[in-house]
């Protein structure tokens, strides 16, 4: 399993804001976008991070929900 982060979907490349809540969890937030993940694990933070962009028209269907 990888652990290297790809750019934010956005295109910034620069330090993200990491946060380890608690013990219980993580997140990973780009200070361009705002994009954030959460994971239990740091490979499950990686893994969500890295993910591909949902194509717009599904995200903006899934709010309408």
């Given amino acids: ?6 750019a934010c979907h956005c295109g910034y490349t620069g330090a993200l804001a990491g ?5 219980l969890f993580y997140s990973l937030t780009c200070p361009e976008c705002h994009r954030s993940v959460e ?5 499950g933070l990686a893994e969500n ?3 591909p962009a949902e ?3 599904v995200a903006e269907e899934a709010r309408d929900v």
């Fill in 1 to 6: 399993m990888s652990t290297v982060l790809n």
């Fill in 19 to 23: 946060t380890q809540h608690r013990g």
């Fill in 39 to 43: 994971a239990f694990t740091l490979e």
């Fill in 49 to 51: 991070w890295n993910k």
């Fill in 55 to 57: 194509p717009k028209q």
